[in-house]
């Protein structure tokens, strides 16, 4: 898909197939959600990612990536799988199981204008980039979404996702303008976001209950849009693009960067699928009549 041209947002992950409970795979991952979002909001977006798409693998058809190749430019380095996630709720518990893994992306694929995106958003799920070949990247902005360095499962064979405490470079940490996380997974990586947010910019996603930013060690607790959310899937993801589009504009503050991710995200959320991401113009006029939940404590 086209490359000609330098992407303005640019991520790096694994764009996974979510095995459903008929058999049926659903494309996802922060690569491509975060990908879309930006697309939606109006920034050239591009993804490098590694898998297989379009043909069946291990008796699962995995859909083609061409319904986003009018929104997004990707690059997909070949592998014998794409990244398999089986997504099974116990009492409203997520346990997650890994059964097919594409391998790490190797980011000496990426053309050289690519390296000099604006926004480049490291977005890995399950393990797939390198942190020592991050180096290389030189963009303007250099964000991430940790969650994929913390996942292990039992490898070469698959199995049931664990998680362990996050260990980035030190000189990955320094260079970071932005990490964001979950309220699930802040106690594995604290120290971390504390770290990146007392220089730049640390959030912590906490669903209904907003979202707290930590900017050059200064603190805001963001409420969360009233939205009846049909589906949670990617909300994340979409909460990260945008407020990593909202944090390079200079002229407004982290806390607003913030209330709009939040106001993006809780859109995304009120039908089922990737469709349901707004534009900017959406955004924008939501903001202007929504109502917020109270902040809670």
């Known amino acids: 898909m086209q490359t000609s041209r330098t992407p303005e947002y640019l991520v790096i992950g694994h764009i996974c197939g979510d095995i459903q409970a008929d058999g049926s795979v659903v494309l996802g991952g922060t690569a491509l959600y975060s990908a879309l979002t930006a697309a939606r909001l109006g920034w050239r977006t591009a993804v490098l990612t590694r898998g297989v798409f379009g043909r069946e693998v291990a008796g ?10 009018d929104e997004i430019s990707i ?146 607790s963001v409420p969360a849009f009233k939205i009846d959310v049909a589906d949670h899937t990617g909300a994340g993801d979409t909460f990260a693009a945008a407020f990593f589009i909202g944090a390079t504009d200079r002229s407004i503050s982290a806390p607003r960067a913030a209330r709009f991710a939040s106001a993006t995200s809780g859109m995304s959320l009120r039908e089922v699928g990737m469709h349901s991401i707004p534009s900017r113009a959406e955004v924008e006029a939501f903001m202007r009549t929504a109502e917020e939940l109270p902040i809670r404590s």
């Not at 699962?60 to 190749?69: G, H, K, R, V």
């Not at 398999?84 to 997650?96: K, P």
């Not at 906490?206 to 930590?214: E, F, L, N, P, T």
């Open 60 to 69: 699962y058809q995995i859909p083609s990536l061409e319904a986003y190749a």
């Open 75 to 220: 690059i997909v380095q070949d592998a014998e799988t794409p990244t398999m996630f089986i997504n099974e709720y116990t009492s409203g518990r997520r346990t997650q199981k890994l059964p097919q893994w594409a391998g790490q992306i190797d980011l000496r694929g990426l053309p050289p204008h690519w390296r000099n995106a604006r926004i480049i958003h490291l977005g890995p799920i399950a393990q797939e980039i390198d942190t020592k070949q991050t180096g290389s990247l030189t963009p303007y902005f250099l964000g991430a979404t940790p969650q994929g360095w913390m996942r292990d499962w039992p490898k070469p064979n698959g199995g049931k996702i664990t998680h362990n405490h996050l260990r980035l470079p030190k000189e990955l940490v320094s260079r970071l303008d932005c990490i964001i996380v979950s309220q699930e997974e802040i106690a594995l990586c604290r120290d971390t976001v504390e770290a990146v947010g007392a220089n730049r910019l640390g959030v912590i996603t906490m669903g209904q209950d907003g979202a707290k930013v930590i900017y050059g060690g200064q603190r805001a």
